[in-house]
């Protein structure tokens, strides 16, 4: 017996069973659909994509996987180097696990020890958005700020170690003023809070945000699982504005394993960097660095750039734009746009109710969740797939 993710069981619709999958299309007993949601939001090249699948069958005839603990191998090697290169400033040093929740919480360790190692135990708060989400393991829940996922917390009470602040500037400044001294970090989702409702927010936020945390000496993380491999329309907001952590998950694989990444600038990595064993970071999933992951988050890069995934999330979102100019309708409060996701949010959820049916007779798997009915299409779709996949979206309302 499974037991779905978010449901309630007694009362959920069955799900469609997929049989087959290439390109955006996913072949399913009740028809073939494109996945807007990109199986959320990870599967960016599209299914069956033949040099991710040549990447993962060649490193399976070698090894599948191999523990990081005394071990290391050649996947492992150049994935690190290929990031190291290829993400901002010095954003250098990787961590691995196996899901953008585990990546969170490590980051969320290694900003808490950071000031430990340093004498500085009174630093045990986070700084946090509203509507924020980091994933559903206890802590990423904590810094999260959304009941419909995590209304469990209210068994423990307000939490002492995390406050959470609307994406305004006068918060923000009042929040650092408040509790600089007790602060190890600000996590933020940046730009784009995903799972929260798709909100998005302006970058000067965001360089406000790193003026303070340099101010008061306060870790910025930019939790990069959601919009990180381009989808808010930068390769990572990362190259905007440059935090001391960055997380990458979802998309780091393309979509066909789960594994994540914690990248450290040079100034927290050397805050654990001496003799002490007591000063060491003492994390270690089971299958952090796993050789498969590793050798087909090589390849999607490299897809990534050769391909220039740029280009065509820019086409997606001038697309996208066009097809919704001058669309609107009395039940929706705002439709939103960046990159490759677009989101109508609606006064009421109840709205959405029967959409993914609907969306289905139009040959497009949609999940809308909360107020917002949205897509994160994978960035190798067609016009006339993106087309319809909006056109599906307009024609609930009218
Ligand atoms: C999905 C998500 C996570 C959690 O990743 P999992 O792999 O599901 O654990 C964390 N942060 C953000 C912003 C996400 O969108």
Redesign the pocket.
Known sequence: MIWYPYQQMKTMKAPYEVIDAEGVYLYTKQGKMIDSVSS??SVIHGYKHPELNQALIGQAEKFSHVMLGGLTHEPVQKLSDKLQSWLPGDLDYCFYSD??????EVALKMALQYYMNRGEEERTMILALEHA?????FK?MEAGDDEDYHFVLKAYGPSKYVVHIPTETAALEEAFEKYHDRLNCFLV?PLL???GGMRMYDVSFLKKARELCDRYGVLLIF?????GFGRTGNRFVADLVLPDIL?L??ALTGGYI?H?VTVASRKVYEGFYDERPEHALMHGPTFMGNALACSVALKSIELFERDNYMEKIRRIEEITRRELKDFSHPKIREIRIMGGCVCMEVYDPAVLKGYQQFACERGVFSRPFLNCLYAMVPYVIGEEELVAVLDAMKAWFS
């Open positions: 959320w939001w899901s953008g929740s585990v990546a969170v989400y980091h994933g559903d393991t990423t989702e809070q995903g799972a939790d990069e699982v959601a919009t997380v998950g979802k789960g994540a």
